[in-house]
């Protein structure tokens, strides 16, 4: 099943203590990205990435790292994170860019 | 679900009326847009899309138009049913240069049976 899978679903901690949310799709997919999503805001791009080895900022990316070693794999890292990095994450992926993306399900973070 | 129906503009339609949802995008330069609709405690899905040299484009009882002159898009659903109520997002993005995705704040639709 072609699919996009985000872990951890669910996920509370603490200011500073650095995270990753892992991003994976099957698709054999060239485009990535990363979004959060805040009520009144919409979906927001944090990054997102061409291809492998190739990333690039979005809208909202102080805070935030990522990396595209491989091309079904693309992380989120949060390496001091801060509680108004609360919310909810998703990861996409498309073919290419110019065509609709698949997105995960969701990554709910909590930052106390 | 996920509570992303927050300060959200709703769209309140009885079942089986048609539904119309505006967006108003904001690059002239955008040249590739999506409609998007996420059901509570999913991602979004994929509805339809349409290049800028199009203003119409129709699917399977969806529509979608593109005004470019006033960067204006809107979604219609033909005979809408419960399974529609939804958040419905616009995206906007440019295939050729830059490639970041902008999305739309999102309007919920609320099927009345």
């Known amino acids: 099943e072609a699919q996009v899978t985000q872990n951890p679903r669910y996920l509370i901690t603490v200011t500073g203590k650095k995270l990753t949310v892992t991003c994976s799709q099957n698709m054999n997919h060239e485009y990535m990205s990363w979004y959060r999503q805040d009520p009144g805001l919409g979906l927001r791009q944090i990054y997102y990435s061409m291809n492998v080895e190739v990333t690039d900022k979005g809208d909202v990316p102080e805070g935030y790292k990522v990396s595209r070693k491989e091309k079904r794999n693309f992380p989120l890292i949060l390496e001091s994170p801060s509680p108004n990095q609360t919310s909810l994450y998703f990861c996409?992926?498309?073919?290419?860019?110019?065509?609709?993306?698949?997105f995960g399900d969701g990554t709910r973070l909590s930052i106390l | 679900g996920e509570s992303v129906g927050l300060h959200l503009p709703t769209l309140s339609v009885q079942e089986g009326d048609n539904s119309i949802i505006n967006c108003a995008y904001s690059?002239?330069?955008?040249?590739?847009f999506i409609w998007y609709k996420q059901e509570s405690g999913k991602g979004p899905q994929f509805i339809i899309d349409i290049r800028s040299n199009m203003d119409k484009r129709q699917g399977q009882r969806v529509t979608v138009l593109l005004n470019k002159t006033v960067k204006h898009l809107s979604l219609q659903i033909a005979a809408t049913q419960p399974g529609d109520s939804a958040v419905y997002f616009c995206?906007?993005?440019?295939?050729?240069?830059?490639?970041?995705?902008?999305f739309g704040t999102g309007t919920k639709l609320q099927v009345i049976p």
């Open positions: 996409a992926s498309s073919p290419r860019t110019g065509q609709p993306q698949h």
């Open positions: 690059n002239s330069a955008s040249d590739y």
């Open positions: 995206a906007e993005t440019f295939s050729g240069g830059y490639q970041k995705v902008t």
